[in-house]
């Protein structure tokens, strides 16, 4: 496998890592409900989120899409590389809106216009 082909396959991992996290956050914090105001409260609530196994997996996500990026940067330049995490502000938006059902506005999809285009111009 090419050096770029395997850099792209780390860079890959590292924004389905990172999505998947995200999402499996999302969903079981959504449903504990709102944070209580109460400082002990307040523990309570983290202590219960950190016990859920959905959230370890979350967190385990997070460690193995930071493995996948140090493989990314032995493969390509910082500053070539990490525009490409931006698709996971794309990823993310399409699955909250499928998932979570979170509203479609204009704003938002010129904003991933942007970001799009923006990725384009800077991987060339």
């Not at 792209?8 to 914090?29: D, E, H, M, N, P």
């Not at 140090?70 to 390509?76: D, V």
């Not at 999809?109 to 060339?124: A, E």
Request: net charge positive; charged share 10%; aromatic share 20%.
């Amino acid at each position: 496998m090419g050096k770029d082909l395997i850099g792209y396959f780390y860079l890959a991992l590292t924004i389905i890592f990172t999505v998947y996290g995200q999402l499996i956050l999302k969903w079981r914090i959504g449903l504990k409900g709102a944070m209580p105001a109460e400082n002990l409260e307040k523990l309570l609530y983290f202590k219960n989120a950190f016990l859920d196994i959905w959230v370890i997996s979350g967190f385990a996500s997070a460690f193995i899409a930071s493995i996948a990026w140090m493989a990314t940067l032995t493969k390509f330049d910082l500053s070539y590389a990490y525009p490409f995490m931006s698709l996971s502000f794309v990823i993310v938006f399409f699955l909250s809106v499928l998932f979570f059902q979170e509203a479609i506005t204009w704003q938002k999809l010129v904003g991933l216009g942007f970001v799009i285009g923006g990725l384009i111009i800077i991987s060339k």
